[in-house]
């Protein structure tokens, strides 16, 4: 038996060098926008995947497979969105993919994955539109960020309780903002309450000041925009010229660090859902951002919520695969992640079954919290918030 392993030995050692090759990488495709007026949450997103992977292979990668992202910039455009999706699927042959910030450029794109049975993974994008396309038991796609119904319901209940009556609603035209509004008209109606003025607009408005004085004349004493971050500067800007004092709400973008930026603190109290707020009370998430900002060295990250969610969805996914012992079939990784075996503990919260076969989207609405504009920083809105950061919020098996 010593001589089989001994010859064994000398064989390998006699294989001409560069045939003895390292293991193929696996390769994950990685969509987001990394230009236009998205930027800053996507590429937000792509240093928290980056890290996820950069740290993933110093231990080793998968089973000794280094973590390979193939990146595509959407430039949060539909059109683009879906080339990049069909050149990960069928050029690139990704394994599976992370990726979509946008909502209307995800819609875009999903039966690109639906179709090839190509699992993605939605970090970031909110749209409750997104996941609701096709019925969980066929569907690819999975998301681990708060839908806009979270988002949306979470904003209302809000308003109503601190007994708002009045509420003005801003929202885009986008898929994203349509979503939105949709959400906030429902949810508001379940408590008796109808918007008392509501505006539309489109992407690159330069200004809402006139909708504002009109909202302002029309009693209303609680504002909701529902748009992305460049817009959502232009409504706070707008709230401050209209001189309007009724308290300003909004879904997460509403914390991207462009939106305090281009209205130079004129979004100081705006009120914010997020899933993330930086604390050092909790020691996972304040290890996580000295990682990110070392990782990112100097780069500015627009958006903290997008950086942890899209890193704890590689991490997500390499539990999956580690579930399905490496295959990435779409079949495979999808069941995995309905039944995922072992709790993920993450940046943003601990993953315990986040996913079923009738349910792919991993929050409920006991998972969020309101951030606020303060001096230049997100914070806490409510301190008994803060108080209780340190404990994780698990997802609730009955849908929020």
Not at 364 to 377: H, P, S
Request: aromatic letters at 8%; charged letters at 25%.
């Amino acid at each position: 038996m010593r001589d089989v392993v001994i010859g064994a030995a000398l064989a390998l050692a006699l294989v001409p060098y560069g045939q003895a090759q390292a293991p193929k990488p696996l390769r994950v495709g990685f969509i987001c926008p990394f230009s236009g007026g998205s930027a800053d949450f996507g590429n937000s997103a792509r240093l928290g995947a980056e890290l996820a992977a950069k740290e993933i292979n110093e231990v080793g990668g998968f089973l000794g497979r280094k973590i390979e992202l193939v990146e595509r910039d959407d430039k949060a455009n539909p059109d683009e969105g879906r080339k990049a999706a069909e050149d990960l699927v069928l050029k690139e042959k990704a394994e599976f993919t992370v990726g979509y910030c946008n909502t209307g450029v995800a819609m875009k794109s999903l039966d690109v994955f639906q179709d090839h049975k190509h699992l993605l993974m939605v970090p970031v994008s909110t749209g409750s539109a997104v996941t609701a396309k096709y019925p969980a038991e066929q569907s690819m796609v999975f998301r681990l960020s708060p839908r806009d119904t979270v988002q949306a319901g979470f904003i209302v209940d809000e308003v109503a309780k601190r007994g708002f009556t009045k509420v003005a609603v801003f929202a885009d035209k986008t898929g994203y903002g349509e979503g939105g509004f949709k959400d906030l008209e429902r949810f508001l109606a379940a408590k008796n309450l109808q918007p008392v003025y509501a505006a539309r607009f489109d992407l690159g408005v330069k200004s809402l000041t006139a909708e504002m004085q009109a909202a302002k004349a029309a009693g209303a004493d609680a504002i909701v925009g529902y748009t992305v971050g460049p817009e959502l500067a232009v409504l706070a800007q707008a709230r401050a010229e209209a001189h309007v004092t009724a308290p300003f709400y909004g879904p997460w973008p509403l914390s991207f660090r462009t939106v305090w930026d281009k209205t130079n603190g004129a979004a100081e109290g705006a009120i914010m859902v997020q899933s993330i707020i930086q604390d050092v009370a909790n020691e996972r998430r304040a290890s996580f951002i000295a990682r990110l900002k070392r990782y990112a060295n100097g780069q500015p990250v627009g958006s903290l919520m997008a950086a942890a969610q899209t890193y704890d969805a590689v991490h997500l996914m390499l539990r999956a695969l580690f579930q399905t012992k490496g295959d990435t079939s779409g079949d495979a990784l999808k069941k995995a992640l309905e039944n995922l075996e072992r709790p993920y503990a993450g940046v943003v919260t601990t993953h315990d079954k986040p996913f079923s076969a009738s349910d792919h989207d991993a929050f409920t609405r006991n998972m969020v919290w309101l951030g606020v504009w303060r001096r230049g920083e997100i914070h806490y809105l409510y301190p008994e918030d803060a108080k209780r950061s340190s404990y994780i919020r698990r997802k609730e098996q009955t849908p929020g």
